[in-house]
């Protein structure tokens, strides 16, 4: 199957389900976060980054659109496009050189950026559920499928 299901019943466990995603994460690759204000998306990304051993804060980055954290061997970009209005600001600030291989992109609001973007390897759909979350992710490249089947 191309998609798995979670039930996220609070938010560690939002972030315990981004730290085992980090395991699986190459360089290279993109992944949609989909899902309403206060889904949980800047939360699961918080629990990829500390999965990657990134112990400080994470903001949302909101007003600069995306904001990097430096590994070692590669960086990852965190977009929250929410605010994005203006297809030229993309290419201005170069956000295509972002999406590079050795470089790991996490995308708030990507429909916000439409055909500006490429193709994502994983979208990850967060949806309210009681007072939890349900977490679908979708495999949509051979590196994602990679990802589902070691989850
Ligand atoms: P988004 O980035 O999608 O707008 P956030 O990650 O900022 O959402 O999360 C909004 C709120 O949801 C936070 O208060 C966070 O603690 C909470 N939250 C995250 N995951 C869960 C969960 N699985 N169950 C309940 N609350 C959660
Ligand atoms: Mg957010």
Known sequence: TDTLEWVLADEAATLAC????????QPGMTVFLDGDLGAGKTTL???ILRGFGHAGRVKSPTYALVEPYAFDTFTVYHFDLYRFADPDEWVDAGFRELFRDDSICLIEW????GALLPAPDLTARLLPDGDGRTLSLTAHSAKGMQCLNRL
């Open 45 to 47: 990304t918080r629990g």
């Open 110 to 113: 990507p429909e916000k950026a």
């Open 18 to 25: 981004g730290v085992r995603l980090a395991a699986l994460l």
